[in-house]
Structure formats: C-alpha cells, structure tokens
C-alpha cells in the first residue's frame, strides 16, 4: 500500500480504504407520496435495511484493512469548533436558514452528526410555515448510504459532487468537510468542488464516473452528470497531463439507468458485467472518445457502442450479462441493481443474492458464488480464483442502488494489467 492516503487508479486494483455508510433513522423520514422527492422508489424498512447492509460491511472488514464510515468520519470532524461553524453555516445557507446555525451550534459532534444525517425539523412558529407542505427546514439524507455518488476519489485527488437534485446537496458539503479536515483523508486537495459550482446545468454524480486505468476514464452522460460538467472533468483531470483519455457514455435519461454503474460495472482485467440491451445489445449506447491534453479537448470521435470505443485501448472484455441471456430477467434485474457489482480486488466482487440469473451467468463466466455470511462467520474462505460475494439486498436495492453505489473506494493497490 502507497504512502498516498487518496489513490485510486482503476475500478478492479485491491482495496486498501473504502468509505460506506450504514443508514440511519433518516431512510425511515418519508411516506409513500414522498418517497419519490428524496429519490426511493419505495419506502424501505430500516431494521431489514440494517441487516443487509450489515453483510456489506462484514464482508468489507474481512477483506479490506481501513473500512471507514460516513457517519463517524463526521462527528470526527465535528469536534473542531471552526470546522463545525464552516460547515453549518454552508448547510444552513444552502437551505435557507440561516437563523439555526447557533441552535444547532450548541449540540455536541455526535449528537449534531445523528442531526445532519436524520434532518431538522422546520419550527412552525409562522403562519407561512404552518401552512408550509415541507417538515424539515433542513431536509434528511435517505441517499447518503450510497457514499458513492457526493464524492469521487480519481487519482491522486477527489472530486466533490456536483448533484443533481437538491435533496443530494448536503451529503456533497458534509463529505467536502471530511476531505479539508480528517486527518485520515485529507491533504490531497481537489480536482473540482461542485458545491462552488456556478451554473446548475453542470452536474456530477460519482455513479457516473469509473476510473477504468490511469489513462482511461469512462463517464456517463446521464440524468445525473450533464455534458458541460464532463468536458469541465476533462478540462482538470489532463491538467499537467500528455494523454487523458475520456469514454463518453450517452445514457437514457429514465430512472432505471440513473447513471452508468446500474449498467456497467468492472470485474476484472478481461470482464465486466453489463446491462446487455444498452451495452451490447442493437439499441447499445452511443459513446464517444474525447482525446485530452492538458486542460484542453483535441478531438472527439463517436462510436456505435462502448465495447467498440475501449477495444481502442485495448480492452478486449468479456461481457457477462446481467439477466443472464433472457431480456425478461435481464430487465427485471437491472432494474433491482444487478449490474451493479463492487469489486474489491481483480476478480473479487461483491453484489445482490436476489439477481439470480445474474449470478448464474457469472457462475458460467468462472466466478465461484459464495454467500456474505459464509465469508463473514468464516465458514468459507474467499476463494483464491474469481469470485462473487452474494449477499442479502432487496431492501437496499429499493433505495436505488446496489453494492458499487454503496462504497466510495479511497485507496486501492496498482493493477497488474
Ligand atoms: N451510483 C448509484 O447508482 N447510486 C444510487 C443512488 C440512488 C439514489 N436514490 C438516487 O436516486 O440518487
């Protein structure tokens, strides 16, 4: 492991640190009519959510030497009088209310982290308020779970996320603090904050963006990460740089392929599992290679498809099928995060047991299935060749999200390609 606390050079290297966060009482903070508004398609039930997430972080302690959590990295924080300052001012400004930041000044960091995270009740000391629809004058964070989206760790740097909807604002301030003040993560500076953003046409999402080598990255132009913000990405990220490569991904702006990691996920050197009918399929994506050198675009090119843009840096790829061969379970498993595996080493991966023909098709492809608890008790050990970890995930994948938005990789050792 490099000296380097941010280091993070491909999807698949050894994972060395990984931020994850288990959910708290805000996944509870909705009804079914606004569940749709903070972005679940369904409310979830915690303590089942709890129990599987549970199985996430087991198998992540076994094979991981810093497994770090959100929800203690803050209160971390917290504990400096100034930091916390900066940062409710920011929180409250960006909601409106200004006028709470000395209440909630007076809460200790642990108790103020519980807060941030579980949202602040609006006072409905005015009429206006009264009447007012809304509960909260500072809204909870139900998607903070999916660490993965407010914050990207590419390279040596981070990116700060630049989100999309507003109910994601908060989660991309409170990881920034993390990243200026925790003596674990920060000094490393950033790529691009999206909080400082200036125009609202110019989003981010980290579920968009794989760090496929250290000269490749592929990106989803998506619901979530607007055009204006990749060309920025590609503007920053070749800053200093010969060669910087971009893969453009035009996704559907529909709410099955929010971003790009619910279609496309990186398993191995050779392989990665895939949304057939929007990858491989007659209706694939169209993708596009922009060629960069030090903060400015040279070319771009359009492809049919991704596979045919990374068979250009020779990344010939096996595509396992997430649905296995079928457009009827490929499409109901997409739908439930089945394409969305986190890999913790090259051909170590983690991701829902209830996608069963998506396993199957990896148990075809050479991927030994083993069950999280197996892993987590010790009864099984990780298998030396590949192999899927299969854990407990349908609650969780109601929020939205599968195993790769769950974890935000900080630190990973280099690939042997
Ligand atoms: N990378 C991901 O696809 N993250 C899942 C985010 C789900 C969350 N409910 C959202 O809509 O933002």
Same mark, same amino acid.
């Given at each position: 492991?490099?000296?380097?606390?941010?280091?993070?050079?491909?999807?698949?290297?050894?994972?060395?640190?990984?931020?994850?966060?288990?959910?708290? !009482?805000?996944?509870?903070?909705?009804?079914?009519?606004?569940?749709?508004?903070?972005?679940?398609?369904?409310?979830?039930?915690?303590?089942?959510?709890?129990?599987?997430?549970? $199985?996430?972080?087991?198998?992540?302690?076994?094979?991981?030497?810093?497994?770090?959590?959100?929800?203690?990295?803050?209160?971390?924080?917290?504990?400096?009088? =100034?930091?916390?300052?900066?940062?409710?001012?920011?929180? +409250?400004?960006?909601?409106?209310?200004?006028?709470?930041?000395?209440?909630?000044?007076?809460?200790? !960091?642990?108790?103020?982290?519980? $807060?941030?995270?579980?949202?602040?009740?609006? =006072?409905?000391?005015?009429?206006?308020?009264?009447?007012?629809?809304?509960?909260?004058?500072?809204?909870?964070?139900?998607?903070?779970?999916?660490?993965?989206?407010?914050?990207? +760790?590419?390279?040596?740097?981070?990116?700060?996320?630049?989100?999309?909807?507003?109910?994601?604002? /908060?989660?991309?301030?409170?990881? @920034?603090?993390?990243?200026?003040?925790?003596?674990?993560? =920060?000094?490393?500076?950033?790529?691009?904050?999206?909080? =400082?953003?200036?125009?609202?046409?110019?989003?981010?999402?980290?579920?968009?963006?794989?760090?496929?080598?250290?000269?490749?990255?592929?990106?989803?132009?998506?619901?979530?990460?607007?055009?204006?913000?990749?060309?920025?990405?590609?503007?920053?990220?070749?800053?200093?740089?010969?060669?910087?490569?971009?893969?453009?991904?035009?996704?559907?702006?529909?709410?099955?392929?929010?971003?790009?990691?619910?279609?496309?996920?990186?398993? %191995?050197?050779?392989?990665?599992?895939?949304?057939?009918?929007?990858?491989?399929?007659?209706?694939?994506?169209?993708?596009?290679?922009?060629?960069?050198?030090?903060?400015?675009?040279?070319?771009?090119?359009?492809?049919?498809?991704?596979?045919?843009?990374?068979?250009?840096?020779?990344?010939?790829?096996?595509?396992?099928? +997430?649905?296995?061969?079928?457009?009827?379970? $490929?499409?109901?498993? $997409?739908?439930?995060?089945?394409?969305?595996?986190? /890999?913790?080493?090259?051909?170590?991966?983690?991701?829902?047991?209830?996608?069963?023909? /998506?396993?199957?098709?990896?148990? @075809?492809?050479?991927?030994?299935?083993? %069950?999280?608890?197996?892993?987590? /008790?010790?009864?099984?050990?990780?298998?030396?060749?590949?192999?899927?970890?299969?854990?407990?995930?349908?609650?969780?994948?109601?929020?939205?999200?599968?195993?790769? +938005?769950?974890?935000?990789?900080?630190?990973?050792?280099?690939?042997?390609?």
């Amino acid at each position: 492991m490099s000296e380097a606390k941010i280091s993070n050079y491909s999807e698949i290297g050894k994972l060395n640190t990984v931020i994850i966060h288990e959910p708290g !009482a805000e996944m509870e903070n909705m009804t079914p009519e606004t569940a749709h508004e903070v972005l679940y398609d369904d409310i979830l039930t915690l303590d089942l959510a709890l129990r599987e997430h549970a $199985q996430l972080s087991g198998v992540l302690n076994k094979v991981t030497e810093n497994v770090l959590e959100f929800k203690t990295l803050l209160p971390d924080v917290l504990e400096d009088p =100034k930091v916390k300052l900066d940062l409710l001012q920011d929180v +409250c400004a960006l909601h409106g209310h200004n006028e709470l930041v000395d209440d909630l000044m007076s809460f200790d !960091a642990a108790d103020l982290s519980t $807060q941030l995270f579980q949202g602040t009740l609006l =006072k409905k000391n005015t009429l206006e308020r009264y009447i007012s629809p809304s509960r909260h004058a500072i809204p909870p964070l139900p998607n903070a779970f999916f660490t993965r989206d407010a914050v990207m +760790c590419v390279y040596d740097k981070t990116i700060i996320g630049s989100m999309a909807h507003r109910v994601r604002l /908060t989660e991309a301030l409170l990881l @920034k603090s993390i990243f200026n003040n925790h003596p674990k993560l =920060k000094g490393q500076g950033f790529h691009f904050d999206g909080t =400082k953003r200036k125009s609202e046409q110019l989003t981010i999402e980290g579920g968009d963006l794989l760090v496929i080598r250290d000269d490749l990255l592929v990106i989803g132009y998506s619901e979530r990460t607007s055009a204006r913000a990749i060309d920025r990405m590609a503007e920053k990220l070749s800053l200093g740089r010969e060669n910087l490569d971009i893969v453009v991904v035009e996704l559907p702006k529909i709410r099955a392929t929010i971003h790009l990691d619910m279609i496309f996920t990186m398993l %191995d050197v050779d392989t990665v599992m895939n949304f057939a009918p929007l990858i491989t399929g007659a209706g694939k994506c169209k993708a596009f290679h922009l060629s960069c050198t030090n903060g400015k675009i040279n070319y771009i090119n359009e492809y049919s498809g991704l596979p045919k843009a990374l068979r250009l840096f020779g990344l010939e790829l096996n595509f396992v099928n +997430c649905g296995g061969d079928n457009p009827f379970s $490929q499409e109901r498993e $997409q739908w439930t995060s089945g394409a969305n595996f986190f /890999t913790f080493a090259p051909g170590h991966v983690i991701g829902y047991k209830h996608n069963k023909a /998506t396993l199957e098709a990896l148990n @075809k492809a050479g991927f030994e299935i083993v %069950d999280a608890n197996d892993i987590i /008790t010790d009864k099984v050990q990780l298998p030396k060749g590949k192999a899927a970890v299969a854990m407990d995930g349908s609650e969780l994948s109601r929020g939205g999200g599968g195993c790769r +938005c769950m974890t935000m990789p900080v630190h990973r050792d280099a690939v042997n390609w």
